[in-house]
């Protein structure tokens, strides 16, 4: 599910819900974690994974057109189709994602609709709220976070297997599968709404819902803001935590993959609650680059993003074998085009039909990249309506060039 953006209290109420980063930037008045130590019961060994430097190893580009080896578009069952902040990948193509009733369904490719898999509702197999959801290791069952439930339903046969209580664990606001078969946590509150306290982000359960382990000590808030991406080959991603900027692979523990280093263009360590009134808003708009976020692989690709200078969201897409590659910058101006997967070739983007009346067709330019690729396509190729929300489904060439 991305990324209109979402941002919910520690009871699970939403606070905020915009498709703008500056809405967060401006508006948001909880507390960021900026400095969290990777630390597990188990060990304290800080590692820093594989070191990206966005503004050595990336040039800027004001054109994606050189980049782009094949677009098109998905466009699902309309009367069933309802936008959600996590579409989820299967290896066949099939994709998952909610309908306008609340049921959590399954797609062919094409975006025809294939089954429910899943039902909201009171019923004792329903999940009441849908808090987040993932696709087991195996990718054979659905797993769907329902508040202090885990509830567990068959891919190929809808049918529901069972129930997975939380009671003995804090309310979590992401899921993620270990790859032992057990399952990962991650709680964006702390237990008691203090800034400093001893539990953790991350918790290790069993599929008898006891804890196992713990990961990343809290010591001050955070937010629940997209912290787990699905990406290709159903590996999870949870996004940097603290100033470190890495990015960590759940598998049968948290690895770190990458690290994201801006220089000396880093937020500066705690940088937030040294700032006057521990504002959110001075920090967004700080000259640094701060919060990496939507991390999604391809075969050969990598894409995340970060806030710039004066709160700019900031496109990153990296030749994985080469460590090279491209970036830009979105326009304020324009809707976000959320990256919601991806698979072996392609990125997922969302794409709002609506979206097509911001673009601007007497000076293009004005509009960044990304926005102005599809929305020209949709608009003049495609010649699809303001009505239409589509799947983008974007291949990039593989040889991307040196900055």
Known sequence: MQNAVSILDKDGNLKYDSLSFSFIMNKIRLYLLLALPFVSCKSAEIKLGKELLPLEQTKTIVTLDEYIEEIGYIRPDTT?????????????????????????????????????????????????????????????????????????????????????????????DEIAPADDGNLFLYAAYSSDNNSKTDDYLVTKIDQNGDVIDQFMKRDDHTFSLDNITQSYGNIYYLRPQNANHIFYKFDTTLTPMYQINFGDRNIPYQYKYKSKDNDIGEFMNSDYYKLPIYLYETENLLYFSAAGPQAEKCNYLYFKDKLEGINWTDSKDEPVISLIASD????????????????????????????RYISDVFIHEWKLSINDDVIIKIKFKEKLGKP
């Not at 072996?344 to 926005?371: Q, R």
């Open 80 to 172: 069933r189709f309802l936008y959600s902040k996590k579409i989820l990948t299967r290896k066949n193509g099939d994709l998952i994602t909610g309908d306008r009733d609340g049921n959590l369904i399954m797609l062919y490719a094409n975006g025809q609709f294939k089954r429910v898999l899943a039902r909201y509702g009171k019923g004792h197999q329903e999940y009441s709220s849908l808090t987040d959801m993932a696709l087991s290791k195996n990718t054979d069952y659905l797993l769907v976070l329902d508040m202090m439930k885990i509830r567990v339903y068959g891919i190929e046969d809808s049918l529901y297997y069972k129930e997975i209580n939380l009671s003995s664990v804090i309310a979590a």
């Open 344 to 371: 072996a070739s392609y990125l997922y983007f969302m794409y709002h039909g609506i979206y097509s009346s911001y673009f601007d067709t007497e000076n293009p330019m004005n509009n960044s990249p990304l926005y």
